[in-house]
């Protein structure tokens, strides 16, 4: 990958790289809301998601799991009158 010193650019560019490989892996669901999670995880090593393919699996895991739990954590909503 190329050296690029903008932060919102280096973001970009990792998740346009990435996208492609959570695509395949876990298709078109939810696959935008992945790589935005990932992106925005201070924890998440840039680097790493771009060569280590069980790191990308483990953090995009989580992410998805994530969403699972999501909406069931979420109160249901009252009607209003």
């Known amino acids: 990958m190329r050296q690029i010193t903008d932060p919102q650019a280096r973001k970009q560019e990792v998740g346009n790289l990435i996208y492609q490989s959570i695509l395949q892996a876990y298709g078109e669901t939810n696959c935008g809301k992945i790589t935005g999670m990932l992106l925005d995880e201070n924890v998440v090593n840039f680097e790493l998601l771009l060569t280590d393919q069980k790191y990308l699996n483990e ?14 954590a979420q109160p249901q909503s009252q009607t209003q009158n």
Do not use: F, H, N, T
């Open 59 to 72: 953090y995009v895991g989580q992410a998805k799991s994530m969403l699972e739990i999501a909406p069931q």
